[in-house]
């Protein structure tokens, strides 16, 4: 299970899609007419900035790590589990020894606690002033409902991880089944239409692999197996899916915004299986890889996956005329 009180944001093109987080505080930002806008990760080992707005008076940049110690309004909500709004902050004295209104100059704070599925504080999102304000109801209407799109995104993480940990992996190869890319994959698919980064999968199969079982026992087929599994995590980003849909089938599920990625990942490949057979001393043996791009319109993972397919089915047709010759 992931523990919510560690940093989660190890890749910039993880299951959370930071580019949409930074989208939806700028846009608070602007609705609220404020200076400073951020999502913070309450840690045990202090307040993390997350995401901050993107203007030039904002003091506070994404990383910021402030002292778990530190008297800051984050802190506060965090500990209450509540909502905080501080509208003139230098009259009171509970905020006097807090650096964002001693040091910084901000009077004005509106925030509310961010959570994990099973309730806990993930942290906060908020804006901030150096002007005293006036919010009305609807502006907490308005951060609520931002909010909860923060927290649908958190609910992935977490089912993710959940997905991960049972029955998502494929039991020989420890990468990922036919149902689970399907599902990280639609998501992918979903987040690339919002946000319009290309998406591509590489289908890819393993040229005369019967007779390689036929010929030398299941042992080394699967043996085989287990070093091309390893050659795409070798080859391919963390973030990257990678999976076996079955057999000597495999798919690799890819952001990218160079259409010229394929090939060079295709070679990589390549490159890398045949390393991996000799170190273990396995059979040669050759892989087709078909590829294609999802188009930017709607379109489910089925129907990307059938064109890697067929692309990939056309290699392995010319790889059966070359044996011929």
């Known amino acids: 299970m992931f523990q919510s009180n560690q ?12 580019q949409k987080w930074q989208k939806t505080v700028d ?9 400073a806008g951020f999502i913070v990760q309450a840690m045990q080992s202090g307040y993390r900035v997350v995401i901050a707005s993107e203007q030039q008076d904002n003091p506070y940049t994404a990383g910021t790590m402030i002292p778990l110690e530190t008297n800051i309004f984050c802190k506060k909500v965090v500990q209450d589990n509540h909502s905080l709004y501080v509208n003139n902050a230098s009259n009171d004295e509970y905020w006097l020894d807090n650096p964002e209104v001693s040091k910084d100059g901000f009077e004005s704070y509106l925030g509310l606690p961010i959570h994990w599925p099973n309730g ?27 909010r909860d799109m923060i927290e649908d995104d958190l609910f992935m ?25 399907s599902i990280l994959s639609q ?9 319009g980064f290309e998406v591509c999968c590489l289908f890819i199969d393993v ?54 990625e394929p090939l060079q990942i295709k ?20 892989i087709s890889i078909g590829y294609g791009f999802a188009e930017h319109t ?21 790889f059966k005329a070359g044996q011929l010759l």
């Open 7 to 18: 940093w989660i944001f190890t890749d910039k093109d993880n299951q959370i899609s930071l």
């Open 27 to 35: 846009l608070m930002s602007d609705l609220f007419a404020a200076p």
């Open 120 to 146: 806990d504080v993930f942290g906060t999102l908020c804006v901030m002033d150096f002007e005293q304000t006036d919010y009305q109801r609807n502006y907490l209407e308005l951060i609520k409902q931002l």
């Open 157 to 181: 993480v977490n089912s993710f991880v959940q997905m991960r940990e049972i029955a998502m992996l494929d039991p020989l190869t420890h990468i990922y089944n036919r149902r689970a890319v």
């Open 187 to 195: 998501q992918k698919l979903n987040l690339a239409q919002r946000l």
């Open 207 to 260: 040229n005369d692999f019967k007779l390689l079982n036929d010929t030398h026992g299941h042992e080394i087929g699967d043996k085989a197996l287990v070093a091309l599994a390893a050659t795409l995590k070798e080859c391919l980003r963390e973030a990257d899916i990678i999976g076996r849909l079955g057999g000597d089938e495999f798919v690799v599920v890819l952001q990218t915004n160079d259409t010229n």
């Open 267 to 286: 070679a990589k490949i390549v490159q890398g299986y045949n390393a991996q057979l000799a170190k273990l001393s396995l059979p040669p043996l050759s």
């Open 298 to 318: 709607k379109e489910t993972f089925e129907i990307l996956l059938n064109k890697a397919d067929k692309d990939m089915y056309k290699n392995k047709l010319a």
